[in-house]
């Protein structure tokens, strides 16, 4: 094997160990023990909130200034910026990611790098504008070298997120990625079963889909995701005409 032909199995192994962590993660463990992990730290179990100022929040803007100096876990002390979310405070449909990445990190904005512009196609496909609709993500603050996010980092930032769609009222949320699906949904399902069906989430309709930084990784995934948002864009357009 030459040098060159080394370099591109090691390219070729990379690029398929992400496209395995995007449908499967990236922890080896016994399946039933993560479900047990996940309905334990479930979002859905009734979750109180904490008594801290910050939960009488009226307004988006409000809580982005009651939290956005969060230290609650270590990720507070190495991020760059807080990256609270963006876009329309009372909007219909509202995406969620899993984590900022560098670009994110920097700007204190979601999705602003290459995945963010993929992002906004996807959302003008179906006739929505980035400013019509909110977008975060499930944790607020940057891992290092973008890993997966740790439990103990989303059950830190589950209640902003929590908070953040008691106040926007979304009636679509638009899972992006298996993380943010699996937290949402409390479940172990892969990406390929949680997607195609039209999910309940606190009576919110919840359609889950891959992230933009998938796509970039794997151009296949661009048509089912494109399934996804028609089977989205269907609802949406039938619950506007309803309501009009």
Same mark, same amino acid.
């Given at each position: 094997?030459?040098?060159? $032909?080394?370099?591109?199995f090691?390219?070729d192994? !990379?690029?398929?160990?992400?496209q395995?962590?995007?449908?499967? #993660? =990236?922890?080896?463990?016994? $399946?039933?023990?993560? /479900?047990?992990?996940?309905?334990?730290?479930?979002?859905?179990r @009734?979750? /109180?909130?904490?008594?801290?100022?910050? /939960?009488?929040?009226?307004?988006?803007?409000?809580? +982005?200034? *009651?939290?956005?100096?969060?230290v609650?876990?270590?990720?507070?002390?190495?991020?760059? %910026?807080?990256?609270?979310?963006?876009?329309?405070?009372?909007?219909?449909?509202?995406?969620?990611g899993?984590?900022?990445?560098?670009?994110?990190?920097?700007? &204190?904005?979601?999705f602003? @790098?290459?995945? #963010? *512009?993929?992002?906004? %196609?996807?959302?003008?496909?179906? &006739?929505?504008k980035? $400013?019509?609709?909110?977008?975060? =993500?499930?944790?607020?603050?940057?891992?290092?070298? =973008? !890993?997966?996010?740790?439990p103990?980092?989303?059950?830190?930032c589950?209640?902003?997120?929590?908070?953040?769609?008691?106040?926007?009222?979304?009636?679509?949320?638009?899972?992006?990625g298996?993380?943010?699906?699996? +937290?949402?949904? *409390?479940?172990?399902? =892969?990406? &390929?079963?949680?997607?195609?069906?039209?999910?309940?989430?606190?009576?919110? %309709?919840?359609?889950?889909?891959?992230?933009?930084?998938?796509?970039? !990784?794997?151009?296949n995934? %661009? !048509?089912?995701? +494109?399934?996804?948002?028609?089977?989205?864009?269907?609802?949406?357009?039938?619950?506007?005409?309803? *309501?009009?």
């Amino acid at each position: 094997m030459t040098p060159n $032909e080394y370099l591109e199995f090691l390219d070729d192994a !990379r690029r398929y160990f992400l496209q395995q962590e995007d449908l499967f #993660g =990236n922890v080896v463990y016994r $399946e039933e023990d993560d /479900v047990k992990r996940k309905k334990a730290a479930a979002p859905d179990r @009734g979750f /109180v909130y904490p008594d801290e100022p910050w /939960v009488s929040a009226r307004s988006v803007h409000s809580l +982005w200034e *009651q939290i956005h100096e969060c230290v609650k876990c270590p990720l507070g002390y190495s991020r760059t %910026k807080f990256v609270f979310g963006t876009g329309n405070p009372k909007a219909d449909v509202m995406f969620v990611g899993e984590a900022p990445g560098a670009d994110e990190d920097r700007q &204190g904005e979601p999705f602003v @790098g290459r995945a #963010g *512009q993929l992002l906004n %196609k996807i959302i003008e496909s179906v &006739g929505l504008k980035r $400013e019509d609709v909110y977008i975060c =993500n499930i944790i607020k603050c940057r891992p290092p070298n =973008n !890993r997966a996010p740790l439990p103990m980092e989303i059950e830190a930032c589950t209640p902003y997120l929590l908070k953040q769609i008691e106040l926007i009222k979304p009636s679509f949320i638009i899972s992006l990625g298996r993380t943010a699906a699996q +937290w949402l949904l *409390q479940t172990n399902d =892969n990406l &390929g079963k949680l997607r195609g069906t039209v999910h309940d989430y606190r009576g919110i %309709k919840l359609i889950v889909t891959y992230h933009p930084a998938a796509l970039l !990784r794997n151009e296949n995934w %661009k !048509r089912p995701t +494109w399934e996804d948002m028609k089977m989205f864009k269907k609802l949406y357009d039938a619950q506007k005409s309803g *309501q009009s």
